[in-house]
């Protein structure tokens, strides 16, 4: 592909960083990257997704901006209180290049839906607040053998893990099942420093460049931790995929997705 003279002056520091000049800015433009959840951490995966022109961008998510969202989305602003978040985040990414394609999936993604969502896409970002759609996410992703990026947050503390097919463990190999309610707090119950979002989701974005870039070390094997007050990032090695895991193991169970598998549980129903 050509450049136009815009787009030579809109991506001018890509073009002069070693790793990715023309070529990879060209693989950038060519990427698809999908981003479930337009809320703290899709927010700002958007925003930078969009800013580098990954070309086309899918944005899922069945919820309405509200008020207290905004404390952290950045993608949305007050006007648009009341609009779909699908909705809001294309706009303003409309705004910030109009290079970008996005197509809108203004539902929640579920046993029944998700497989046929993501299998147009080169990556996926996990942007949800809930146990049952991260795992549902994981699971689909391992079926259809798409990479993808989770990341989570709480009060000053987040995480962020990466999944490619063949390089390491999945989701569920390490957090296994999902959490009784009441075990975990919601984002709504323990409350969560807007920043913190911001971080992760940006290193999701990144994430997400690294793999059509087709450079540097992704999250694979490892889970990074950051701690907002101490401003300690780790980085802990989980280096093999678990022979038990049941959707990646060697005696795998979840051969398909089953909307029973991801209801969230309450402590009386939960079993290991």
Partial sequence: MAFTEEQLERYSRHIILKGVGLSGQ???LAGRVLVIGAG?????????????????????????VELSNLQRQVIHDTPR???????????????????????LYKERVTAEN?????????????????????FLINDAC????????????????????????????????????IPPEGDMDSCSQAGVLGTMPGILGSIQA?????????????????????????????TVPVPEASA????????????RLRPEEYEERTSCEWKR
């Avoid at 927010?43 to 309405?64: E, F, K, M, N, W």
């Avoid at 987040?158 to 989701?171: F, R």
Wanted: charged residues 25%.
């Fill in 26 to 28: 060209k693989k950038l």
């Fill in 40 to 64: 703290g951490l899709g927010a700002p995966a958007l925003l930078y997704l969009a800013a580098s022109g990954v070309g086309t961008i899918g944005i899922a998510d069945g919820d309405r």
């Fill in 114 to 134: 998700i497989a046929e969502i993501i299998r147009d896409y080169d990556f996926i970002v996990d942007g949800v607040d809930n146990f049952a759609s991260k």
């Fill in 81 to 103: 209180v009341g609009q779909w978040k699908a909705e809001s985040a294309a706009e303003m990414i409309g705004k910030i290049n109009p290079d970008v394609k996005t197509v």
């Fill in 244 to 255: 038990g895991c049941r959707v990646c193991g060697s005696k795998a169970d979840i051969r």
């Fill in 142 to 177: 391992v079926l259809e053998k798409k990479p993808f990026c989770h990341a989570g947050v709480r009060g000053f503390y987040g995480q962020a893990m990466t999944y490619v097919p063949g390089e390491g463990p999945c989701y569920r190999c390490v957090f296994e099942e």
């Fill in 206 to 234: 990144l994430e997400a460049q690294k793999y059509l870039l087709g450079t540097g070390d992704l999250l694979t094997g490892k889970i990074l931790t950051f701690d907002g007050l101490s401003m300690k990032p780790r």
